[in-house]
């Protein structure tokens, strides 16, 4: 079913009064905290209803469907890498995307700094932290952040601005605090270590965006709760699309 522009102005209200409400109880500005609009299995039609509501980021998990996707989305937004990224698609991804959040390995650290090089791309990244102990898909280990960081911060062609986590599910939001927590003092202890500046933590989802927003997120990313379920969603672009 379509959705009409007022479903996306109530949803795009609704969070936006969520974020203010945080941002108060956190003696936060609004202004520190920047919305990333999650549209991984949405159409290029709900990048532009969204963004008619004031969108102006956007954010893809997959490489392949953010490169069909983008070229159909009218430009002056932004869009952001928002999950893992494969080493092999790092040169698809180099010239899409602005900001990256999930660059967990020195191998692909170096992948994409040679990758952004060649298509003269510089974007901000941010290194994903592991918040489980367990193996978990991806995210590199605390221990192992502060190396990444310096190596990041190494690459001509990549601008290393802070730190992202996924913390693992949990029914309870509350659970995600102390994940939320351990990452800005994993951020301020490498910033001390290192020298680098790591202004940005990009943390909190649409279940627990107010939790990280009161523990220092300054990017949350934020897709359900724009752009309705995701449940049984995906997008490909249509034959029509593809000429
Ligand atoms: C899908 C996704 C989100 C958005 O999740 P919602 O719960 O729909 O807000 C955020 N971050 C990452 C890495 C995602 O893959």
Redesign the pocket.
């Known amino acids: 079913m379509d959705q009409t522009l007022a479903d996306y102005q109530n949803r795009v209200d609704a969070v936006e009064a969520r974020i203010a409400a945080a941002c108060e109880r956190a003696g936060r500005a609004r202004e520190d905290v920047e919305l ?1 609009a ?1 549209s ?1 299995t949405f159409p290029p039609e709900a990048v532009r209803g969204a963004s008619e509501c004031g969108l102006a980021v956007f ?1 893809e ?1 997959r490489v392949q469907e953010a490169a069909a996707k983008i070229p159909l989305c009218r430009g002056g937004v932004a869009w952001h890498l ?3 990224l494969q080493r092999n698609k790092a040169r698809m991804a180099a010239p899409l995307f602005s900001v990256f ?2 660059i967990d390995s020195e191998r692909l650290v170096r992948q994409l700094d040679k990758c952004c090089a060649e298509v003269g791309n510089r974007p901000r990244i941010l290194i994903q932290v592991n918040a489980v102990d367990e193996a978990s898909k991806s995210g590199c280990e605390p221990d192992a952040a502060a190396e990444l960081v310096q190596v990041a911060a190494s690459c001509s062609s990549l601008d290393v601005v802070g730190l ?1 986590t ?1 913390p693992p599910f949990a029914a309870d939001t509350e659970a995600a605090r102390p994940h939320f927590v351990a990452l800005r003092r994993l951020r301020d202890h490498i910033q001390d270590e290192t020298g680098v500046a790591l202004p940005e933590l990009s943390m909190g ?3 627990d ?1 107010e939790i990280a927003i009161e523990e220092g997120a300054t990017w949350i ?7 309705g379920s ?1 449940r049984g969603k995906t997008w490909r672009p249509s034959a029509d699309e593809l000429m």
């Open positions: 990333v999650v991984k954010g998990n928002i999950g893992h959040h999930g992202m996924i989802m649409s279940a965006f990313r934020v897709g359900s709760a724009l752009f995701r």
